[in-house]
């Protein structure tokens, strides 16, 4: 996490919190500084540590399994940027283990990914997925608001952002094909704190409905479509729709 906050004053936090062991970046001024802290189930070896990046070495003692991590902090300014993607770049074409990759990376995917305020540069973006690409990183996604930052201000001058996400090459999302990441709640800070859980029961999270096509081949799903849709229904017209639907989905997603 970025800290903007010295050593002294991060390590007595640290152990309010009851984590074991640390590594830190001092911040510049009032910004910037990282702070990385972990406790006895995992041992971490960390390889570089600058102002942007902290790539590290995770063996996890539960089952001995050893990754690769790199934790960022994005330039705040975008000409800045150009030389983080470099070094990502550099450490996935040295990265033999399972790698990811997450954090802060102050530069949004797509348009999509902001919200008021002036555009994203497409340059910027196409430079980002470039990174990506080159990388072999795919984007884990998450699950909570899209939104992972925001300024703080009113009206017009409002702007939400998608810039905190986490990436892992394909060695990786093998050995944690069932990790999923948790966008949590914004507590005290402009960021919503990302939260990586490689051990997360599939009966746990709750899947959406998807429509398989070769549903439609199956003998019988017709008149179960049929017999859903022609259900009474009382409420208003949007309230039935949306109950008939979820009856559709039961029927047929248990029957085929």
């Not at 089952?63 to 450490?91: D, H, L």
């Not at 555009?119 to 984007?139: N, R, V, Y």
Request: glycine fraction near 6%.
């Amino acid at each position: 996490m970025e800290s903007k906050n010295n050593k002294v004053k991060m390590e007595t936090i640290r152990q309010r919190l009851g984590f074991q062991h640390s590594s830190y970046v001092d911040p510049e001024g009032l910004s910037g500084g990282l702070a990385l802290w972990w406790n006895l189930d995992v041992d971490i070896d960390v390889e570089i540590a600058n102002t942007n990046i902290m790539h590290t070495i995770i063996t996890d003692k539960s089952n001995r399994k050893v990754w690769a991590a790199t934790f960022v902090y994005g330039c705040p300014v975008r000409s800045g940027r150009s030389k983080i993607w470099e070094e990502i770049t550099r450490i996935a074409k040295s990265e033999c283990l399972p790698w990811m990759c997450m954090g802060d990376f102050n530069q949004v995917l797509g348009i999509a990914d902001k919200m008021g305020g002036v555009c994203p540069s497409q340059t910027a973006i196409s430079e980002f997925h470039a990174m990506i690409s080159e990388s072999g990183l795919i984007d884990l996604e998450s699950k909570g608001p899209k939104f992972t930052w925001r300024n703080n201000r009113r009206g017009e001058e409002f702007i939400m952002e998608r810039i905190d996400m986490a990436f892992a090459n394909y060695k990786w999302r093998e050995l944690y094909e069932k990790a999923l990441v948790f966008v949590e709640p914004a507590i005290g800070s402009d960021h919503n704190p990302l939260v990586l859980n490689t051990k997360v029961p599939l009966d746990k999270v709750g899947r959406p409905f998807r429509f398989e096509s070769f549903w439609v081949t199956e003998d019988g799903c017709h008149e179960v479509v049929l017999e859903s849709w022609n259900r009474q229904q009382e409420g208003s017209l949007m309230f039935s729709i949306c109950k008939k639907l979820k009856f559709v989905w039961k029927r047929v997603a248990w029957s085929f």
